[in-house]
């Protein structure tokens, strides 16, 4: 069991960067792969990005590619995500989850969820 709590979202302006912290509780944070996935209004939950278990194995989303930062510090059980150079079309809930397997960049392979802060990025 992972439990898992997102915080940094907020208003910033188009250009700017935010700092998403996922604070993960549970003996096997450090054994699983990690995502970051978003929903905007009307559209479905897509992955940003995913790191293996050691840090390794990172995955983006191609509109993310070279502006988001995705990490990890498991000796104090915490993830990020780094984004900057925000666009008003990243607004959105952005949600960090956690995989019972080491590695894993598709949705269906994530098995706890964080309730997601809010990203709103006025242009």
């Known amino acids: 069991q992972v439990d898992l709590a997102e915080s940094g979202g907020g208003l910033v302006q188009a250009g700017g960067s935010v700092l998403l912290t996922c604070a993960a509780s549970g003996r096997t944070f450090s054994d699983s792969a990690m995502g970051w996935f978003r929903q905007s209004a009307g559209k479905e939950r897509e992955i940003v990005a995913a790191i293996g278990w050691n840090g390794g194995s990172k995955f983006y989303a191609d509109f993310v590619k070279g502006r988001f930062t995705v990490s990890r510090d498991n000796a104090k059980n915490t993830g990020y995500l780094q984004m900057n150079n925000l666009k008003p079309e990243d607004t959105a809930v952005y949600y960090c989850?956690?995989?019972?397997?080491?590695?894993?960049?598709?949705?269906?392979?994530?098995?706890?969820w964080g309730q997601g802060t809010q990203v709103t990025v006025s242009s």
């Open positions: 989850a956690a995989s019972s397997l080491r590695r894993c960049s598709g949705y269906g392979c994530y098995d706890y």
